[in-house]
């Protein structure tokens, strides 16, 4: 397995399937590319399932043991069953989506060997759900979050943007996770660096501390410095689910167990904006859909071109994983009034890093 400088080891890979999305998102980022979604249909730059499949090939050389596939809108690819079903055998394969193709495609990923899915839903509002997403399609997610239950693909996790427009619609959504079996959580932390709008971001502090007061579990994973919080499905069950005690969570940190966590729900917060601790313990690189890998969702400053061989992927992965350095605390520093700049050691003399070029 590769290590970059900070000793990092790589052990994971997400892979951008596509741009395309049905969906218009007001926060979109586009795993850190920015809005460039254009036409519905299949584009030229987006790579063949064969370049995708020999890149996880070689990623599993070097001991990468999961692989996750984004979009866009990952479902919009005809050929992402074939694309499960061939990468190799000893990665977990997971996938992040908008749910809405899920119904009737579900049980034939599960077939290909998908593990994992995350579901993109960020109320439980029909008209709130169509103004974030720009869409109609709000009972189709419902349907698609259904579908991969019945799947068998458990838990199903319910992805989350937390960011002014949304942050009124946490407590019903942690409620719903918490009445489900089957669900979980993840409030995911508004990054202003990639989707703009800096006046839509809200302290997740605030978040953190309601959950805190809600929660008759909270876990410290003290990999990425993130907290989990088990959640009964209303106050008065919480109140009497019983004597808490501490134990040891399961990569180190510390959690508190109530005596009875059966009817308990998870809720996850991602929360990297200005966590040094989350980029120092990032173990994953990124591949865009048009074939470049880099280090960093946040940075687009060091893409590197995979080429078409297999000694072309081996040379850009060496090169990603050496180049790496924590978004947080290195790439970007602290300034002593709290805010973050750049770190001029990663800017070349013109003030912007040129864009790696592969000759065979």
Partial sequence: MLEDDFGREVSGVRVSLTDRCNFDCVYCHNEGLGDTRGPMEAQDDELTADTIVAFLEVAAEFGVDSVKFTGGEP???????????????????????????????????????????????????????????????????????????????????????????????????????????GLQLQLIEYMPELAGHPEWAIDIQRVHDWLEDRADTVEHREMHDRKRYWIHSSEETAESAGTTTSLAASDGGVRTEPVNNQN?????????????????????????????????????????????????????????????????????????????????????????????????
């Fill in 75 to 181: 479902m919009l690819r005809e050929d992402l069953e074939e694309i499960v079903r061939r990468a190799p055998n000893e990665m977990e394969v997971s996938m992040t989506t908008n749910g809405t193709f899920l119904p009737g495609r579900a049980p034939d990923l599960v077939d290909a060997g998908l593990e994992r899915v995350n579901v993109s839903q960020d109320a439980l509002d029909s008209e709130a759900f169509a103004e974030l997403t720009q869409s109609g399609a709000y009972d189709r997610v419902l349907e698609g979050v259904e579908a991969a239950l019945d799947a068998g693909l458990k838990p199903v996790k319910l992805n989350m943007v937390v960011f002014e427009p949304t942050a009124g619609y946490v407590p019903k959504m942690v409620d719903h996770v918490a009445e489900n079996p």
């Fill in 264 to 360: 308990s729900g998870m809720v996850e917060i991602v929360d990297p904006v200005g966590n040094e601790n989350f980029c120092a313990n990032c173990h994953r690189v990124r591949l865009t859909h048009d074939g470049f890998l880099k280090g960093c969702l946040n940075r687009n400053d060091d893409l590197r071109d995979i080429g078409t061989t297999k000694e072309s992927m081996r040379a850009a992965f060496r090169e990603t994983v050496d180049t790496r350095v924590p978004y947080y605390g290195e790439y970007m520093v602290e300034t002593e009034d709290g805010e973050w700049e750049i770190n001029d050691d990663y800017i070349d003399t013109d003030g912007d890093r040129a864009p790696y070029e592969y000759s065979e």
